[in-house]
């Protein structure tokens, strides 16, 4: 039987593959990054993309929907100005301006609960519109 992890504070579970795609993610490097929805009707976040090793962070952005919400990992690997490879994980909170208001609250009460989950992340983005997670911004605060 599959695991799940509840989130109080919504009632929300996390379905045990979500843990164990962003275990391979943070371990394995199989996974560039993850992307999480919300099914409403069995109250579970369940992974809805995964991105592989060889995608960049413009497949990613371009797998977010335009008109939802979702949550979103990225493994961001980078060197360092003293030649040293990094790796940071970012947790990306997706809600367009164009995503229906209760999406909107659902996907913010739910957010602390899946992180919970996530153990490793790095940084968090919030986002409303591609602007605010360029890829010069990821860049920015990494370093």
């Known amino acids: 039987m599959a695991m799940a992890f509840k989130m ?8 045990d593959e979500c843990k164990n795609s962003f275990m391979e993610m943070k371990w394995k490097k199989v996974h560039r990054y993850i992307v999480f929805k919300i099914d409403e009707k069995s109250k579970l976040v369940t992974v809805d993309k995964v991105g592989g090793a060889g995608e960049g962070y413009s497949d990613l952005t371009a797998s977010l929907p335009d008109d939802d919400c979702r949550y979103a990992v990225f493994d961001f690997d980078f060197v360092t100005v003293d030649n040293c490879r990094k790796s940071k994980i970012f947790f990306i909170a997706w809600a367009p ?20 989950v996530l ?4 940084y968090e983005v919030q986002a409303t519109d591609p602007s605010e997670m360029g890829f010069d911004i990821i860049q920015d605060r990494a370093k």
Not at 97 to 116: E, N, P, Q, V, W
Not at 119 to 122: E, F, K, L, V
Request: proline share 0%; charged share 25%; no cysteine.
């Open 8 to 15: 109080a504070t919504t009632g929300m579970w996390v379905a």
């Open 97 to 116: 301006s164009a995503s229906k208001i209760r999406a909107k609250m659902l996907y913010a009460t739910s957010k602390d609960g899946l992180r919970r």
């Open 119 to 122: 153990d490793g992340i790095h």
